[in-house]
């Protein structure tokens, strides 16, 4: 039916049902025809101000139905997008700008605060802008008088689609590419799995820079079906965002823990019609089972489905959740691997670990990142190659994740590795400390980090946001806590928070919470 | 009194300028953290019960907008 190429879907739906909408937004649509032609419109305008097959476009903007147009125009030009965070401090900003070598901007009027700093060191083109910036832009109206017909662009699926720029732990974020192949392959996961249909109208909660976004704009477009951008502001607040479901008719979600918790908490579930909502997927952190088992009480003709899998290689695994699971407070599996892709896992050494040994998770598979752009000293230690047939070896990324299978195939996620630390000589699980605590039912949220201590070893420290403040006492927590984890891992110290620092992704932001603790000694 | 705390005990920049229709999301002066702290004061510096349903947009979205709210649970019975 398509091409191999990402973008292909969305010519074939302007063919085949012009007025069905490829975009929803507040109310307004986009239909797979108007996308078609705007899409179109801007990788003309694109190529003819100078992209070539192969450029870097960064789209820095809120979302918004041009986004789609700049997604899918950049890649109908031959070119790879970039998303880059529209709440990005300049100076990370103007760096990505320049480690992608990037000339051609995607953005709005509404980013001139932002776009305005780089007039001067930036003199490629900015597109969608019609204020003054100091920089050279390209207004959407200009955009619109160049050519409605797809460019002739020669590239193939091996072809890098969109490189994602995620932190790193130097202090510069790296980007990770991403090709056509590896794109529909996660894509075609997700709309198979979700059995996607073109009356699903999927919400795209997460921000473009995060890859949960690919599977809102890609495996929807792949079935013909709508994908919903929620403005930020509503995913700020967890009562606007459930009533947008219901406003919307939301069918299908793919979020993080944080998102479906607020829900739960703060979402008023019980005053919204969310009878349109048929599937929820997470991933991105575990989710404590008390929680997940509420929302699917309130929720019970929803199917929910735990994804995992890092940014390099989406969708590696997952689980269906049971659909009455008994109540349980094990850590919720990561389930088995996903079609096309295949888990090694390896002991420190790097041999293959027995079943029922934990080790680190190792990934091949159809959605794997090609590398980090421009770094090759991650490259190099990031994968895993192993000798197969002829002159190309097997290659996995090393995930550092630290797994456990199961008699029965089952994964379950133990922590990160570079979570492991030394306490007194003790090896200890942050994660797994985190998930004691999580499970004490007062316990809304917990965080554990691992400070320095005078000693030269490791002191673990606790963050706990308790349910409502009636019942906050962090005696009892600590109670729990030395009732199932050895002595050396119970936490010195327990600090309460009314909300978590976040990072832009909805995770817990551990790095800002140990500075909040170190610096003040409280929070 | 609601612009100096967001700007002293949220931002920790009393000269932060905020107007008052401005998207305070959007423009990240306020974060979800900052959301729960902002509605954390409300409910003791103004004596008031903010309920889940309560805390939207239209109601928190801009300075403008929480005065208004605030100003509308204050004179009705809670």
Redesign the interface.
């Known amino acids: 039916m398509f091409d191999f190429l990402i973008h292909s879907p969305i010519a074939h739906f302007a063919r085949e049902m012009p007025e069905h909408a490829a975009l929803g937004f507040s109310g307004a649509e986009l239909s797979y025809s108007e996308l078609d032609v705007t899409s179109n419109q801007l990788a003309n305008a694109l190529i003819a101000l100078g992209l070539k097959p192969g450029g870097r476009v960064g789209i820095f903007m809120h979302k918004s139905l041009e986004l789609g147009t700049a997604i899918y125009g950049v890649l109908k030009a031959g070119g790879i997008f970039v998303p880059i965070d529209p709440f990005s401090p300049v100076a990370r900003l103007q760096f990505i700008i320049e480690d992608c070598g990037i000339e051609h901007i995607v953005s709005a009027d509404a980013m001139s605060r932002s776009l305005s700093p780089l007039a001067g060191t930036f003199t490629g083109q900015v597109y969608g802008v019609g204020v003054d910036v100091g920089l050279n832009t390209v207004t959407w109206e200009q955009v619109a008088t160049y050519s409605h017909e797809l460019p002739d662009v020669w590239i193939i699926d091996q072809d890098l689609a969109y490189i994602m720029y995620t932190s790193g732990s130097t202090g510069h974020p790296k980007g990770m590419m991403h090709s056509h192949h590896g794109s529909i392959s996660y894509a075609r996961w997700g709309a198979q799995h979700v059995a996607l249909t073109s009356a699903d109208r999927i919400a795209s909660h997460a921000p473009l820079h995060f890859d949960l976004s690919i599977f809102d704009f890609f495996s929807t477009s792949q079935s013909g079906a709508t994908v919903v951008l929620v403005p930020e502001p509503v995913t700020k607040f967890a009562a606007s965002w459930t009533r947008y479901i219901e406003e919307e008719r939301i069918s299908v979600v793919f979020t993080v823990p944080f998102t479906l918790i607020e829900m739960l908490q703060r979402g008023a579930m019980d005053k919204c019609d969310l009878s349109s909502l048929r599937w929820v997927l997470f991933g991105g952190e575990p989710i404590a089972a008390k929680h997940l088992r509420a929302l699917m009480q309130k929720l019970p003709d929803v199917r929910f489905t735990n994804v995992y899998g890092p940014a390099e290689a989406p969708s590696c695994t997952c689980y269906d959740i049971p659909p009455f699971p008994e109540p349980f407070d094990e850590p919720v599996p990561i389930g088995t691997t996903s079609q096309n892709s295949d888990a090694l896992i390896v002991e420190e050494d790097g041999r293959e670990c027995e079943i029922g040994n934990e080790g680190e998770l190792c990934i091949r598979s159809s959605t794997l990142t090609k590398g980090y752009w421009n770094r090759p000293d991650l490259n190099e230690h990031a994968f895993l190659h192993r000798e197969s047939f002829g002159p190309f070896p097997d290659v996995y990324y090393r995930t550092g994740d630290i797994v456990l299978q199961h008699e029965d195939g089952q994964l379950r996620f133990l922590g990160r590795r570079d979570r492991m630390v030394k306490t007194r000589g003790h090896r200890v699980e942050l994660d797994e400390v985190e998930a004691v605590l999580n499970a004490y039912p007062d316990v809304s949220e917990a965080a554990t980090i691992a400070v320095p201590d005078a000693h030269g070893s490791k002191t673990i420290l606790a963050a706990i946001k308790f349910r409502d403040k009636a019942n906050s006492d962090e005696g009892s927590v600590l109670k729990h806590a030395r009732a199932i984890l050895p002595s050396y891992a119970v936490p010195q110290s327990l600090h309460t928070v009314t909300e978590f620092p976040r990072t832009s992704s909805g995770k817990i932001d551990r790095k800002e919470l140990a500075n909040k603790i170190v610096n003040t000694g409280d929070l | 009194m609601l612009r100096t705390f967001i700007q002293e005990e949220i931002l920790n920049d009393p000269n932060f300028p905020i107007e008052a229709d401005e ?1 305070l ?2 423009s ?1 002066t ?4 900052s ?3 902002l509605i ?1 004061h409300l409910e003791a510096a103004c004596n008031v019960q903010v ?8 109601n ?2 801009t300075l403008k907008r929480i005065e208004h709210y605030i100003k509308r649970r204050t004179g009705s019975s809670n």
């Open positions: 998207d999301l959007l990240e306020l974060n979800s953290l959301v729960t702290l954390v309920p889940p349903e309560d805390v939207i947009v239209e928190f979205g």
